[in-house]
């Protein structure tokens, strides 16, 4: 007897595991939400179609509202890759525009830094020509670091003749100015 028992259980095991399997599938497929969905229904006549025949249509009702909201979604999508591409050239096209405002900037500040260099040039020469007596004169009267500014660029004979015609305090002044002026250097 205890052979019958263990091939009657095994037999209920097989039919309970092709329950499971079955029941499953049917979750899986959707086919077991149509089938929920119309248990609360009465029930259908004998003569009616079986619930089964209902759930590929549930299926397929399912699947074009998915595909109607994945079509939105993708449209969506779309709209804003098309948006962030035009935000993206209009971005391109401004990096373009100031790069070629800087090149302009460059162009505009070496000419009047050129034009300034070239005014200073032109101004330590005539006072480099001037009388140093003369010269002494006037550079007493500038303010030291203004002054400081045009001796440092002459050559050190005619600062120094300029230098020696100054008022001791003026001339004192100017020359702690230049002697101070690359002691913020690095040394190394």
């Given at each position: 007897?205890?052979?019958r028992?263990?091939?009657?259980?095994?037999?209920?095991?097989?039919?309970?595991?092709?329950?499971?399997?079955?029941?499953?599938?049917r979750?899986?497929?959707?086919?077991?939400?149509?089938?929920a969905?119309?248990?609360d229904?009465?029930?259908?006549?004998?003569?009616?179609?079986?619930?089964?025949?209902?759930?590929?249509?549930?299926?397929?009702?399912?699947?074009?509202?998915?595909?109607?909201?994945?079509a939105?979604?993708?449209?969506?999508?779309?709209?804003?890759?098309?948006?962030?591409a035009?935000?993206?050239q209009?971005m391109a096209?401004?990096?373009a525009?100031m790069?070629?405002m800087?090149a302009?900037?460059?162009?505009?500040?070496?000419?009047?830094?050129?034009?300034?260099?070239?005014?200073?040039?032109?101004?330590?020469?005539?006072?480099?020509?001037?009388?140093?007596?003369?010269?002494?004169?006037?550079?007493n009267?500038?303010?030291?670091?203004?002054?400081?500014?045009?001796?440092a660029r002459m050559?050190?004979?005619?600062?120094a003749?300029?230098?020696?015609?100054m008022?001791?305090?003026?001339?004192?002044?100017?020359?702690v100015i230049?002697?101070?002026?690359?002691?913020?250097?690095?040394?190394?």
């Amino acid at each position: 007897m205890t052979a019958r028992r263990k091939a009657g259980r095994g037999a209920l095991f097989v039919v309970a595991m092709l329950f499971a399997t079955s029941g499953a599938l049917r979750l899986g497929s959707g086919a077991g939400l149509a089938l929920a969905r119309s248990e609360d229904a009465p029930e259908p006549a004998p003569e009616a179609a079986p619930a089964a025949c209902e759930t590929p249509a549930a299926v397929a009702e399912a699947l074009k509202l998915r595909q109607d909201r994945l079509a939105v979604q993708e449209a969506a999508l779309q709209d804003r890759l098309a948006a962030l591409a035009l935000a993206d050239q209009a971005m391109a096209d401004r990096m373009a525009g100031m790069m070629a405002m800087e090149a302009e900037l460059k162009a505009t500040l070496a000419l009047a830094d050129g034009a300034a260099e070239a005014d200073i040039q032109r101004l330590t020469a005539v006072y480099q020509a001037m009388k140093p007596k003369d010269a002494a004169a006037l550079f007493n009267t500038m303010s030291p670091e203004f002054a400081a500014g045009f001796l440092a660029r002459m050559p050190p004979e005619p600062a120094a003749a300029i230098l020696s015609g100054m008022s001791a305090e003026a001339a004192y002044g100017v020359s702690v100015i230049v002697a101070g002026r690359n002691a913020d250097v690095p040394k190394e």
